[in-house]
């Protein structure tokens, strides 16, 4: 059994950003799946832990792994909305942009939409028809009536309605003339439209969380910077709490108010994005930010980290960072480090912080914070 | 627009590859041996044959003979069927319709049922609904039509006398009006549910025959495709919107699988057509395929000749609504061109 995701930690407070930073492979995507439990069972197993949310304009906190269905479909897409890697993957390229979005309003605002179309009496069942014409579950016999001349009117009024929201929802992610995104194909948008589509979708509600999974790394550069600073401006105007993934610090760095780094499906370290940058705790974080080129940089140097990322099939108690750790000491191998907090607001996994007494351990199988230079 | 303009442009190919099976058509019956070889016998001299021979215009050059059987075609002159002794254009049409009927509820029961059959499967990869049908679907597939026929005359009509022979009850066949030649939708015309009822209950065994080996190959294509698009982002992406599982599978998943089983159901409808020779041998049926196995065991060519124009051009009409169908699917279809 693969340990995609092991004892990761996070919080995030309402109109926060919390950057998650990792390589390939190191369980980002997945823990960002789960949240909404979105990892297929089989073959995924959820073994343990909690996903604790509280949404803003009611107090109760609900765990997601565990409520039913149906209720967390509820908070799918409405109070916790997800903006995938590659746009173009994405959204369902057989289906208009219209149709996509039209989902989510159906799913989460059909009532509000049934409210504004001012849908007046008409014939007995005239209501629960064109509700379920709102909640788009209409049968085949039900859109052949919706066809006729009492509810035709309704019905139109209830597009209306839809479209509206659909064209502001686009507009507000700067998408020029929105009507006509609204009845193209994925495939006549260019990246850039269809990532700012997608962000749209996620957005169409007023989410409370953002859950945003690499969502510039498929972009051209120059677009990457007009997404992040689109996430940003509409965070702020929603008050939206951001869980923004991505591998490049940089970005991480830009966008995020805290950032967590993640190694081998284990948190590592959690800091202000201030204190993460400044001042790294753990050596990994050390390694990776280290390995960021810089201008000054000599041509062709590039800091690397020796070795490559472990196994995660039923691993041991270990540091999983111990094989390619300078400062790794004995223990390291035998025991696996606690995150606790160092520092005020920060938070490191490693043996190096830990008093060895605490731990009952001997000095000399402590990892070493001093280095000697053997490059 | 895109896609009107996408359909009328594969509907002006359609003539240029009817041309194209017409030439097929001509030149593999001329490969084939003589097409007067019904009428010649052992006694006859040479002379005889050669005047048999310009009688037909086989004197001429190939070309000509070619235009000239094609502008017999074009005016509804089939030539002359030597097994049932008649014009085949004055045979063929309820022949025809009796197989079209079949072939077309045989591939209504392999559609139907080879796509709910594959979704079913698809999405519940490897638990037992995607067991059980596939055990259906592999069945269907390597039992072979005549055994599988012969099995449920045998229980159906033999064992249990419930499934009747031919295709309608002479007495109440007789009694309703046949504008189209097909019996279903005849009867239905006639708004006679009774013959309704005898022509389907004649129907129900060699469609089912017909269409099992079709519906398992497109169960089989539904649901590999299906479990191939639900693993895709979107399908994820549906999911984080909030829909629930089964509009993420209808809407969704399903929507893109049907793109390579549509290509598999188009190409199955020539085994429908194929099955046809062996099913209507085996349940009585008078329709294309027992007249065909005759003319081509007296070497009937007219009727050889008109049987694969036509079915060839049932072949081409098929694949174009398929096409048209895939445009609807899939916009990126339109582009393609």
Same mark, same amino acid.
């Given at each position: 059994m693969v340990h995609?995701?092991?004892?990761?930690?996070?919080?995030?407070?309402?109109?926060?950003?919390?950057?998650?930073?990792?390589?390939?492979?190191?369980?980002?995507?997945?823990?960002?799946?789960?949240?909404?439990?979105?990892?297929?069972?089989?073959?995924?197993?959820?073994a343990g832990g909690e996903v604790s949310f509280r949404p803003r304009n009611s107090g109760e906190a609900v765990d997601l792994l565990r409520i039913p269905d149906q209720q967390l479909r509820g908070i799918r897409g409405n109070r916790i909305a997800m903006i995938f890697q590659d746009p173009a993957k994405a959204l369902n390229p057989a289906l208009s942009v219209k149709q996509q979005l039209a989902e989510v309003f159906a799913e989460h605002r059909s009532s509000e939409l049934f409210r504004d179309a001012k849908i007046v009496a008409g014939p007995p069942g005239t209501r629960p028809l064109l509700r379920r014409a709102a909640h788009r579950h209409s049968t085949f016999f039900e859109r052949r009536l919706l066809d006729l001349p009492p509810f035709r009117a309704m019905e139109k009024r209830l597009e209306r309605e839809l479209d509206e929201r659909i064209a502001s929802a686009l507009s507000a992610t700067r998408i020029p003339n929105p009507a006509k995104v609204m009845n193209s194909y994925p495939h006549e948008l260019s990246g850039g439209m269809k990532q700012r589509v997608m962000i749209a979708q996620a957005l169409a509600c007023d989410p409370d969380l953002l859950i945003a999974d690499e969502p510039t790394t498929a972009l051209d550069v120059t677009i990457q910077a007009r997404i992040l600073d689109l996430i940003q401006d509409l965070q702020e105007q929603h008050h939206a709490a951001v869980l923004y993934i991505s591998h490049d610090l940089s970005l991480v760095k830009r966008i995020s108010d805290r950032v967590s780094v993640m190694y081998a499906g284990k948190l590592v370290e959690t800091a202000t994005t201030q204190q993460l940058f400044d001042d790294p705790?753990?050596?990994?974080?050390?390694?990776?930010?280290?390995?960021?080129?810089?201008?000054?940089?000599?041509?062709?140097?590039?800091?690397a980290i020796e070795g490559t990322v472990p196994e995660l099939v039923d691993p041991e108690p270990s540091c999983r960072f111990h094989s390619r750790c300078p400062h790794a000491g004995p223990i390291c191998a035998a025991r696996e480090p606690q995150l606790l907090t160092r520092k005020q607001q920060h938070r490191a996994a490693c043996f190096l912080y830990d008093d060895p007494q605490d731990l009952g351990c001997p000095v000399d199988l402590m990892p070493q914070s001093q280095v000697s230079e053997t490059q | 627009m895109q896609v009107r303009e996408y359909i009328a442009r594969r509907l002006l190919t359609l003539p240029i590859l009817m041309l194209g099976v017409s030439i097929l058509v001509f030149g593999l019956s001329r490969v084939g041996g003589s097409p007067i070889g019904i009428y010649i016998e052992h006694e006859m001299t040479p002379?005889?044959?050669?005047?048999?021979?310009?009688?037909?215009?086989?004197?001429?050059?190939?070309?000509?003979?070619?235009?000239?059987?094609?502008? =017999?075609?074009?005016? =509804?002159?089939?030539?002359?069927?030597?097994?049932?002794?008649?014009?085949?254009?004055?045979?063929?049409?309820?022949?025809?319709?009796?197989?079209?009927?079949?072939?077309?509820?045989?591939?209504?029961?392999?559609?139907v049922l080879g796509v709910s059959m594959g979704t079913f499967g698809g999405a519940r990869k490897n638990k037992l609904g995607d067991h059980l049908t596939r055990v259906v679907a592999i069945s269907g597939a390597s039992i072979p039509i005549f055994w599988f026929g012969l099995l449920l005359l045998i229980v159906f009509y033999l064992g249990f006398g419930w499934a009747p022979l031919g295709r309608a009850d002479p007495s109440i066949y007789a009694r309703i009006g046949h504008p189209t030649g097909l019996y279903t939708v005849d009867s239905l015309l006639n708004l006679d549910f009774g013959a309704f009822t005898d022509a389907l209950w004649h129907l129900a065994l060699p469609a089912i025959t017909m269409g099992y080996g079709s519906t398992a190959i497109i169960a089989r294509m539904m649901r590999s495709s299906l479990v191939e698009e639900l693993g895709e982002d979107y399908v994820d992406a549906a999911r984080a919107k909030g829909l629930p599982e089964r509009l993420v599978i209808r809407r969704h998943a399903r929507r893109n699988a049907l793109m390579p089983t549509m290509t598999v159901i188009g190409l199955s409808w020539g085994f429908l057509l194929q099955g046809t020779v062996v099913v209507e041998l085996i349940f009585n049926w008078p329709g294309l395929g027992r007249w065909m196995t005759d003319a081509v065991l007296q070497g009937d060519q007219a009727t050889i000749m008109s049987y694969v124009l036509i079915t060839s051009i049932i072949f081409l009409a098929v694949n174009l609504v398929v096409d048209v169908a895939y445009a609807y699917l899939d916009r990126r279809v339109v582009l393609g061109d």
């Amino acid at each position: 059994m693969v340990h995609a995701v092991d004892g990761v930690t996070l919080d995030i407070h309402e109109g926060e950003t919390l950057g998650l930073v990792g390589e390939t492979g190191s369980g980002k995507s997945v823990t960002a799946k789960s949240l909404l439990r979105l990892v297929p069972t089989p073959p995924g197993v959820y073994a343990g832990g909690e996903v604790s949310f509280r949404p803003r304009n009611s107090g109760e906190a609900v765990d997601l792994l565990r409520i039913p269905d149906q209720q967390l479909r509820g908070i799918r897409g409405n109070r916790i909305a997800m903006i995938f890697q590659d746009p173009a993957k994405a959204l369902n390229p057989a289906l208009s942009v219209k149709q996509q979005l039209a989902e989510v309003f159906a799913e989460h605002r059909s009532s509000e939409l049934f409210r504004d179309a001012k849908i007046v009496a008409g014939p007995p069942g005239t209501r629960p028809l064109l509700r379920r014409a709102a909640h788009r579950h209409s049968t085949f016999f039900e859109r052949r009536l919706l066809d006729l001349p009492p509810f035709r009117a309704m019905e139109k009024r209830l597009e209306r309605e839809l479209d509206e929201r659909i064209a502001s929802a686009l507009s507000a992610t700067r998408i020029p003339n929105p009507a006509k995104v609204m009845n193209s194909y994925p495939h006549e948008l260019s990246g850039g439209m269809k990532q700012r589509v997608m962000i749209a979708q996620a957005l169409a509600c007023d989410p409370d969380l953002l859950i945003a999974d690499e969502p510039t790394t498929a972009l051209d550069v120059t677009i990457q910077a007009r997404i992040l600073d689109l996430i940003q401006d509409l965070q702020e105007q929603h008050h939206a709490a951001v869980l923004y993934i991505s591998h490049d610090l940089s970005l991480v760095k830009r966008i995020s108010d805290r950032v967590s780094v993640m190694y081998a499906g284990k948190l590592v370290e959690t800091a202000t994005t201030q204190q993460l940058f400044d001042d790294p705790l753990h050596p990994y974080t050390r390694a990776l930010l280290a390995a960021v080129p810089t201008a000054e940089q000599a041509r062709g140097e590039l800091a690397a980290i020796e070795g490559t990322v472990p196994e995660l099939v039923d691993p041991e108690p270990s540091c999983r960072f111990h094989s390619r750790c300078p400062h790794a000491g004995p223990i390291c191998a035998a025991r696996e480090p606690q995150l606790l907090t160092r520092k005020q607001q920060h938070r490191a996994a490693c043996f190096l912080y830990d008093d060895p007494q605490d731990l009952g351990c001997p000095v000399d199988l402590m990892p070493q914070s001093q280095v000697s230079e053997t490059q | 627009m895109q896609v009107r303009e996408y359909i009328a442009r594969r509907l002006l190919t359609l003539p240029i590859l009817m041309l194209g099976v017409s030439i097929l058509v001509f030149g593999l019956s001329r490969v084939g041996g003589s097409p007067i070889g019904i009428y010649i016998e052992h006694e006859m001299t040479p002379a005889e044959v050669a005047k048999i021979e310009e009688r037909y215009g086989l004197d001429e050059s190939l070309p000509q003979q070619y235009i000239a059987w094609l502008g =017999g075609v074009v005016r =509804g002159d089939l030539g002359w069927s030597g097994v049932s002794a008649a014009p085949v254009s004055s045979i063929i049409l309820p022949k025809l319709m009796a197989t079209m009927e079949l072939a077309m509820l045989a591939a209504l029961i392999a559609v139907v049922l080879g796509v709910s059959m594959g979704t079913f499967g698809g999405a519940r990869k490897n638990k037992l609904g995607d067991h059980l049908t596939r055990v259906v679907a592999i069945s269907g597939a390597s039992i072979p039509i005549f055994w599988f026929g012969l099995l449920l005359l045998i229980v159906f009509y033999l064992g249990f006398g419930w499934a009747p022979l031919g295709r309608a009850d002479p007495s109440i066949y007789a009694r309703i009006g046949h504008p189209t030649g097909l019996y279903t939708v005849d009867s239905l015309l006639n708004l006679d549910f009774g013959a309704f009822t005898d022509a389907l209950w004649h129907l129900a065994l060699p469609a089912i025959t017909m269409g099992y080996g079709s519906t398992a190959i497109i169960a089989r294509m539904m649901r590999s495709s299906l479990v191939e698009e639900l693993g895709e982002d979107y399908v994820d992406a549906a999911r984080a919107k909030g829909l629930p599982e089964r509009l993420v599978i209808r809407r969704h998943a399903r929507r893109n699988a049907l793109m390579p089983t549509m290509t598999v159901i188009g190409l199955s409808w020539g085994f429908l057509l194929q099955g046809t020779v062996v099913v209507e041998l085996i349940f009585n049926w008078p329709g294309l395929g027992r007249w065909m196995t005759d003319a081509v065991l007296q070497g009937d060519q007219a009727t050889i000749m008109s049987y694969v124009l036509i079915t060839s051009i049932i072949f081409l009409a098929v694949n174009l609504v398929v096409d048209v169908a895939y445009a609807y699917l899939d916009r990126r279809v339109v582009l393609g061109d």
